[in-house]
């Protein structure tokens, strides 16, 4: 798999475009990653969440270091076992894992 475009990166508004950009001019087109063309509030969410894309996958592996750091015992439980020794936080654990395995193309979803 090929690694994504360090961060951070930024949504800019130009020619009825948001624009996903980087200050590193070496990559995609001139820092030109991503586009979300036309559209109101929705394009605007949208590219928000992408640029804000690099930061929330380290904010996710931080959390699965700090969690497995914390209860080596969860690493490679399923749900129903993190559920009942974990509650919530074992759950948020798992979604963040799904979350960075879709990332990396780990999975076959989206």
């Not at 605007?44 to 080596?72: D, G, T």
């Amino acid at each position: 798999m090929t690694a994504h475009t360090p961060g951070p990166w930024k949504a800019k508004l130009a020619a009825g475009e948001w624009m996903i950009l980087t200050d590193d001019r070496s990559r995609g087109i001139n820092g030109y990653l991503a586009g979300c063309v036309l559209g109101g509030g929705e394009m605007r969410a949208n590219a928000r969440l992408i640029a804000a894309a690099p930061e929330l996958r380290e904010a996710l592996e931080a959390f699965v270091k700090a969690f497995e750091s914390a209860h080596p015992d969860a690493v490679g439980k399923d749900e129903d076992w993190l559920y009942d020794e974990h509650r919530g936080i074992g759950v948020a654990y798992l979604a963040a894992l799904a979350a960075l395995a879709k990332a990396r193309g780990d999975t076959d979803v989206g």
